[in-house]
């Protein structure tokens, strides 16, 4: 199982970015998937959720609103849309899922909130 996550960069305080998570090996319209994010000294929290039909999303308090989670099963994809940004979204940024009794992840991609 792979997970590859891309589109971080350096971005201005309000800005936008869409991260995106190529996902291999498993059949990923019958999982979940998940963002999380790792900011400087902290621990990683969860950011953003979708279940394996796409129809359902849930997100921590401090993006809501502000991020958006979606998935295309026919690509096996899954991408953060984040508008707003502040610098304390500033981390790494983690593609994740749960499968065949396994935790999988990414190799996360840096995002950089600041002017």
């Known amino acids: 199982v792979h997970l590859v996550e891309s589109g971080g960069g350096l971005v201005q305080p309000g800005g936008s970015l869409t991260l995106s998570c190529a996902v291999s090996?498993?059949?990923?319209?019958?999982?979940?998937m998940n963002w999380f994010r790792q900011a400087p000294g902290k621990e990683r929290e969860l950011v953003a959720t979708?279940?394996?039909?796409?129809?359902?999303?849930n997100y921590a308090d401090s993006v809501k609103g502000r991020f958006t989670i979606f998935r295309d099963n026919a690509k096996f994809t899954v991408d953060l849309r984040m508008n707003s940004l502040k610098p304390e979204d500033t981390g790494v940024y983690y593609c994740?899922?749960?499968?065949?009794?396994?935790?999988?992840w990414g190799q996360g991609t840096q995002v950089t909130v600041s002017s």
């Open positions: 090996g498993l059949p990923f319209s019958l999982y979940d």
């Open positions: 994740n899922t749960y499968a065949h009794l396994l935790t999988y």
């Open positions: 979708i279940n394996s039909a796409a129809d359902n999303t």
